[in-house]
């Protein structure tokens, strides 16, 4: 169901200024981080739960953070 929810926002989903770098850097990617983020979240293996205010993505050994009331990617990081 939350899935759901992101893939119907989907254009809605950004990051801010701060968050491309830092997203970039915890994931090891040079790409453009929204953007990876979301091909991330429309593959049919990812999760995602709810906790709070934020939806987690699981997927391919990373956890994407985005708050659920503004689509913003908070964070992203690999799995520990």
Do not use: W
């Not at 997203?23 to 790409?31: A, R």
């Not at 981080?33 to 709070?52: A, D, R, T």
């Amino acid at each position: 169901m939350h899935k759901k929810v992101l893939l119907e926002n989907v254009d809605k989903i950004h990051t801010t200024e701060m968050g491309v770098g830092r997203i970039q850097k915890n994931l090891g990617i040079s790409e453009e981080p929204v953007g990876y983020c979301i091909s991330k979240l429309k593959q049919g293996n990812s999760v995602v739960e709810k906790e709070g205010k934020n939806y987690y993505v699981t997927v391919d050994n990373c956890i994407i953070t985005i708050n659920s009331s503004s689509f913003t990617i908070i964070t992203a990081h690999k799995k520990k």
